[in-house]
């Protein structure tokens, strides 16, 4: 198993652009979410996804859209980006949205936004 | 409000020197309380879960323990291996799982 896998590692962004994340998992897991993290922040929940066509709104979720499509994807489109959302982005899975279970993160995607 | 606050920001030890991290939380209708490991660049890395007050988990040289109020990550005799930001996190349920992180413990471990 790759676990959770995300596109690409760095990426450079001018004001204005528009671009996505990719996430996937080889997990079979119901649950999928997208945080961000920045210095003395921590991590931040912007939207998450319980199962293939159901999504929703986490703590920050101004500025950027989701769409779960199939079990194993769930992208991260910023529509116009702007320098605050300058930031590490993480993707995490669980098997269920119960909350007992621990989440798996991906590697992250490291986005500066000029 | 839901909120993990972790202490201290960063803490620097010699090898084989035993501390512990603090992770204090008013979460309402925890779910269970998580700890991550996260090296530089990479992602957070699971380490353990704790569900009721009482409750302590081991693995290598890391003990975690849970109280109504608080949860503690000791490490006995840390390598610099050792040496990461370690990630607090409650869950709580507001219509599915939501994960609210502390903002970490940096720890440094010299040889």
């Known amino acids: 198993n790759a676990g959770v896998t995300q596109t690409p590692k760095f990426q450079v962004l001018k004001t204005g652009q528009s671009m996505t994340l990719q996430c996937a998992q080889d997990m079979n897991h119901e649950y999928m979410s997208w945080y961000r993290q920045d210095p003395g922040m921590g991590l931040r929940l912007i939207h998450y996804?319980?199962?293939?066509?159901?999504?929703d709104q986490g703590e920050v979720p101004n500025g950027y859209n989701v769409s779960r499509s199939t079990t194993e994807d769930f992208p991260l489109r910023l529509l116009s980006a702007a320098p605050s959302q300058t930031s590490v982005y993480f993707c995490?899975?669980?098997?269920?949205?119960?909350?007992?279970?621990?989440?798996?993160f991906g590697p992250g995607t490291r986005l500066t936004v000029l | 409000e839901d909120q993990v606050t972790q202490s201290p920001e960063a803490l620097r030890l010699q090898e084989g020197e035993s501390s512990s991290l603090n992770c204090s939380y008013t979460v309402s209708g925890l779910r269970g309380l998580f700890w991550y490991r996260q090296d530089p660049g990479k992602g957070p890395e699971f380490l353990f879960t704790?569900?009721?007050a009482g409750e302590e988990k081991e693995k290598e040289r890391l003990k975690a323990t849970l109280t109504k109020k608080e949860s503690f990550l000791h490490i006995t005799a840390p390598k610099p291996e050792d040496s990461a930001t370690y990630l607090c996190?409650?869950?709580?349920?507001?219509?599915?799982?939501?994960?609210?992180f502390g903002q970490g413990t940096r720890l440094t471990i010299n040889p």
């Open positions: 704790l569900y009721s």
């Open positions: 996804s319980v199962g293939a066509g159901i999504t």
């Open positions: 995490a899975s669980s098997l269920t949205s119960g909350g007992y279970l621990e989440q798996f």
């Open positions: 996190a409650g869950s709580l349920i507001q219509g599915a799982q939501k994960l609210v």
